[in-house]
Structure formats: C-alpha cells, structure tokens
C-alpha cells in the first residue's frame, strides 16, 4: 500500500481535513490543495507565462532560499546574491555622496538585482520512498498508541486506545488513495523543455531547470489540480464520503469518553505538534520527485546585464524572462542588443549542443 508521506498521524484536525476532503472530491473534482506559495512557470524557448497551481512546484519555490546550492565548483548562490546586495549598496552610497547625503544614512538593501540560478533535471522519481518522512510518521504514530495504552494498562481502560488505533488506520487509509499520486505527478515525463521557475517582476530568484530529457514537463505539472485527466473517479468520492462518515463517528465516539480524557487528549496533541513540523518542513526538490543537478548561477546587480548575460548563456531563455521582469518599452540600446542576439540564437543553440 503506497502511503502518501504528506500524511499524517491522526489528530483533531483530520475531521474538518476530511469534511474538506468530500467537498473538494465531490464539488471540485480534487483532492490536492492549490499552491501555498504563487510563483510563474516560464517555457524557456517560447517565453510563454502561466501561474502555477501545482502545489508541488510551490513547495520547490517557496523553500529555495533553503536547498539551493552553496559553495560547489560551479559557483555559490549565497556569495552571488551577497554580491548583487553589496555592489547595489555602493551603487546607492555613491548616489548619497553625489548628493551630499552621508553614507551612514543609506541602508543596506535585503535584495536587489536579479539572480539566476540553472539546474538540470535528473532522472524524475515522483512518488519515491521518503524514509525519514515516514519513520517521522512512524514514531509518532507509536507515540500515540504508547501514550493510548496507558490507561488501558493502569485502570483497565481501553476506550483511548481503541480510538486512537482507529484513528490510525483511518489516516493510512486516506492516506493510500491513489488520487493523490494522479494529482500530484499529473505530466509528462521525459521532457526536454527548459522552464524558468519565478515569483515574478521584482523577485531576488529565478530558478532554470533544463529538461534533458529526465526531467518531469513543469508545463504540465504546473497545471496542477485544474487539470481534467485525473479528475476524482467515482470510486474515490465514494471512498472519501466513507472516510469522512467513519471519521465523524470516530469523533462522536471520542466526545463520549468520560474518564481519562487527558490521555486521550495528549494522543490529539502528539498528532497535532508533528503535523505542524511536518507541514512547516524545508524539503528539496528531490523529496518531490524532481532531482536536480546545479549548473551555474548568473547575477547581476542590474536586472537587464542579469538578463542579457543569461541569453548569452543559454540561448532563448534571457528572452523569455524578458516580458516578465522588463514588461515596458525598451530602450534603443537595450533593444538593439536583444536584437543581435535573437539572430544569433540558433547559431549559439547549435554551438553549446556541439560542446556537451
């Protein structure tokens, strides 16, 4: 039985989760919650823009700052983004001089520029073994049916085990529903596309991952639960419905205890204090599914340098972040440069495929 690992040990809150569970299975064809962190998908030859409703993909954005890569050989994303911060701060203590304005007074900027970090995709593994996440899972589970027998072994008591081995079971048999899987992987894989993961105009990070032929299509994925191939069958409504009834009359049960309620309440509060951990944990892209290899990382202080020297790299992908962080006219200059190397695009393309 494939566990999903985002699961956890069974808690109060499971009962309004599985409430939401039916109304989302039933109402919205889906099981998957929408992203909790907004970011853009970028096609890294057409330029095309969509927002992500792929949770997964939220999860890799808003924990970057977390995994990506320090101090390898190719280069370190942490000192090219403190050096982006320190030349923007000369750039504004050098105006503040011009200006007679001390240079105590101008602040240190938290971010400023642009810094492009590429990675290429890895041979994608989506639904692969987490084992610490499960032997997380796993001990607190034993916690709770440890801390459930304690009245059964002192007063004879076994009402809070019961429903705490009920409740256990119910949350792995949530958690073993197929649809999640169907939700969360819903692409192709094997993509060779290149896709520029980004919070948009005005964010410190853009994230290249090139497809390789590995990767998952991020395209794809980023259409997340919208997407109607894997639409909720009619088994696992039936199936959540069944859950959800099972857990409202597990916690009718509960309400009905009278007599060592502490313990019943400090199984609830196990659960609770792991789903928090579990939900506030920093993961990788790898714990997704979606192993990537760092390549290099691009940064400039100036957002246009960052983008001309990235097109200058990797061919078509300056340009398609173009509209989303320049989306007004362009200089004369600016234009004319975009325009040399548009035509040297497929030149460049061929050269760099002759290399690898």
């Known amino acids: 039985m494939n566990i999903d690992v985002d699961v956890i040990p069974a808690n109060p809150g499971w009962v309004a989760y599985a409430v939401t569970a039916v109304v989302s299975a039933v109402g919205e064809n889906k099981l998957m919650p929408l992203p909790d962190c907004t970011c853009k998908v970028i096609n890294g030859k057409t330029g095309y823009v969509r927002d992500n409703c792929s949770w997964i993909l939220g999860r890799v954005v808003r924990d970057y700052e977390s995994w990506m890569d320090a101090g390898t050989s190719n280069g370190d994303i942490h000192a090219c983004i403190n050096k982006i911060i320190e030349d923007k701060w000369e750039v504004l203590k050098k105006a503040a001089r011009e200006d007679s304005v001390p240079e105590s007074a101008v602040e240190k900027p938290t971010q400023a520029g642009l810094c492009v970090s590429v990675y290429s995709a890895m041979k994608a593994r989506p639904g692969h073994l987490r084992v610490k996440d499960y032997l997380i899972g796993l001990t607190t589970a034993i916690m709770q049916l440890l801390m459930g027998a304690i009245p059964c072994f002192l007063f004879g008591d076994w009402s809070v085990l019961l429903v705490t081995v009920v409740g256990i079971v119910l949350v792995l048999l949530?958690?073993?529903?197929?649809?999640?899987?169907?939700?969360?992987?819903?692409?192709?894989?094997?993509?060779?596309k290149t896709v520029i993961l980004t919070r948009g105009n005005g964010s410190q990070h853009?994230?290249?991952?090139?497809?390789?032929?590995?990767?998952?299509?991020?395209?794809?994925?980023?259409?997340?639960?919208?997407?109607v191939n894997v639409s909720t069958s009619y088994k696992t409504r039936v199936t959540v419905v069944?859950?959800?009834?099972?857990?409202?009359?597990?916690?009718?049960?509960?309400?009905?205890?009278?007599?060592?309620?502490?313990?019943l309440l400090a199984?609830?509060?196990?659960?609770?204090?792991?789903?928090?951990?579990?939900?506030?944990?920093?993961?990788?892209?790898?714990?997704?599914?979606?192993?990537?290899?760092?390549?290099?990382?691009?940064?400039?202080?100036?957002?246009?340098?960052?983008?001309?020297?990235?097109?200058?790299?990797?061919?078509?992908?300056?340009?398609?972040?173009?509209?989303?962080?320049?989306?007004?006219?362009?200089?004369?200059?600016?234009?004319?440069?975009?325009?040399?190397l548009e035509a040297s695009a497929k030149d460049r393309t061929k050269a760099i495929a002759s290399k690898s």
Do not use: H
């Open 267 to 340: 199984v609830g509060g196990i659960g609770i204090v792991q789903n928090i951990f579990v939900a506030g944990w920093k993961r990788r892209p790898e714990d997704f599914g979606i192993p990537l290899k760092f390549e290099k990382v691009i940064g400039n202080s100036k957002v246009m340098d960052c983008l001309l020297e990235v097109e200058e790299a990797i061919p078509y992908v300056g340009r398609s972040m173009l509209d989303t962080f320049f989306p007004g006219t362009l200089r004369p200059k600016e234009k004319a440069k975009w325009e040399e």
């Open 174 to 192: 949530s958690g073993s529903l197929s649809q999640w899987a169907k939700e969360k992987w819903a692409c192709r894989k094997n993509s060779t």
């Open 206 to 227: 853009a994230i290249v991952i090139i497809g390789r032929g590995k990767g998952l299509d991020l395209e794809d994925l980023a259409a997340g639960p919208m997407n």
């Open 242 to 263: 069944g859950l959800a009834l099972s857990w409202i009359l597990l916690l009718i049960t509960a309400a009905g205890i009278q007599k060592n309620t502490w313990f």
